[in-house]
């Protein structure tokens, strides 16, 4: 017996975002992010027309300005890395790394996880759980190199320390506002494992049935 139009339409109707509050969280978490890569992370990597087009040139300048305050209140590594303004070339490398992890990885996560969450499209989610791998690595390394750094007021510091010593405001400048990119995607991690194993399962019990099914059709 065939299922109705109307309950097979309900069973694969999109439910609003408004009504599953952890996938909200992703969302805005996703378009925040999304913004921030591109308007201050990727901002060394963009092409040079960027600081000479007219509008581009002020906008490319604004942001600017705001990494250039952030990076002399902080010290951040990855700022001073993907900038250029290590002491040495190999200094923090894997921040540059980093860097340009977003452009395959953390951008097109975003992008695709906003459309998954928003359409409730289950066969993206290898991409979430793609995103948050990268992002709990990043972010980890972050937070660790943060805490590892010399502390400016240590005057015992040899010159290349001292040259990557942080204040401790500078230190929890950095560290606060990262807080929210490792506990998110944490809890977006083994919230995605957990999914994606409940549909594997689902699938192969069905796959299981319909094979069961096939071959009973073959005895008769």
């Known amino acids: ?42 901002l060394p990597v963009y092409p040079a027309q960027f600081q000479t087009w007219p ?28 900038w250029g303004l290590v002491q040495r070339p190999w200094e923090f490398h894997f921040m540059n790394v980093f860097m340009w992890m977003e452009v395959p990885i953390q951008i097109p996560g975003c992008i695709i996880g906003m459309y998954a969450l928003q359409k409730e499209k289950k066969a993206l ?3 979430l759980l793609a995103y948050t791998s990268a992002a709990l ?26 040259f990557y010593a942080m ?7 950095i560290i606060y506002p990262t807080i929210p990119y490792l506990v998110i995607p944490a809890i977006m991690w083994v919230d995605m ?10 699938g192969a019990k ?6 069961r099914v096939e071959n009973g ?3 008769h």
Do not use: C
């Open 167 to 173: 204040t401790e405001e500078g230190r929890w400048s």
């Open 55 to 82: 509008i581009l040139k002020q906008v490319f300048a604004f942001f600017k300005a705001v990494v250039d305050d952030y990076t002399k209140k902080t010290n951040d590594p990855f700022m001073l890395a993907t």
């Open 206 to 211: 069905a796959q299981n049935a319909a094979i």
């Open 1 to 42: 017996m065939s299922q109705p139009k109307s309950a097979k339409h309900a069973s694969t109707a999109v439910k609003p975002l408004s009504s599953r509050p952890l996938d909200m969280i992703y969302y805005w978490f996703f378009a925040i992010h999304l913004v921030l890569s591109l308007a201050i992370d990727l």
């Open 193 to 202: 494992m957990v999914r994606i194993t409940s549909l594997v399962k689902a």
């Open 125 to 127: 989610y290898p991409v």
């Open 137 to 162: 690595v990043t972010t980890t390394t972050v937070i660790f190199v943060a805490f590892a750094a010399p502390s400016a007021h240590d005057k015992t510091l040899d010159p290349v320390s001292k």
């Open 217 to 219: 059709k073959k005895l």
